[in-house]
């Protein structure tokens, strides 16, 4: 027999708990040990960026004229490459934006929904306002979490009767 051969027929070593180092046995019952969320909780909710069916060209590759014809309407055509300057028009407000710029009027979409899946209902979301009533504001019935957290402390000490929101 080699010498790796009897290395291969050892037994692991399993070690001894000791009075520095004891060993704990843990069950899926023991309150400390029970995960209250799971990744999908924590994360939220989440869907795969996925902006085109599958990967056309590389970065720098020109786009034919015919395909920038058939997928882009003539405004946008028209403003492709331009700066800044190039692109002042008669709109109202006349900053000098193109469809090709990184800046907030391109990049946020205004029409209320978190995602190009979720139906839009055509206007923005933060045009639609309406007044209310106190009792309204906020989720309208419960407590809010700071409120929740005094009531129902989760390590179930009570609160002392200061208030945290006001400065010491």
């Not at 060993?23 to 996925?50: A, F």
Request: glycine share 10%.
């Amino acid at each position: 027999m080699s010498h790796s051969d009897a290395r291969r027929d050892e037994k692991p070593r399993q070690e001894k708990p000791s009075q520095e180092n004891p060993v704990r046995e843990t069950s899926r019952t023991d309150p400390q040990n029970i995960e209250i969320d799971d990744t999908e909780d924590r994360m939220g909710s989440v869907r795969e960026l996925d902006f085109e069916p599958s990967p056309q060209g590389r970065i720098g590759d020109e786009r034919s004229p015919a395909e920038v014809e058939r997928e882009f309407p003539p405004q946008r055509r028209r403003e492709m490459g331009l700066t800044g300057g190039e692109t002042l028009g008669d709109s109202a407000v006349e900053d000098g934006v193109s469809m090709d710029d990184l800046a907030p009027e391109t990049l946020i979409d205004e029409e209320g929904t978190e995602s190009p899946l979720d139906p839009s209902d055509g206007s923005a979301a933060d045009q639609q306002l309406h007044i209310v009533r106190g009792s309204e504001i906020g989720a309208g019935t419960g407590l809010d979490e700071a409120e929740e957290g005094r009531v129902h402390p989760l390590d179930g000490r009570p609160w002392d009767d200061s208030d945290p929101d006001e400065e010491q």
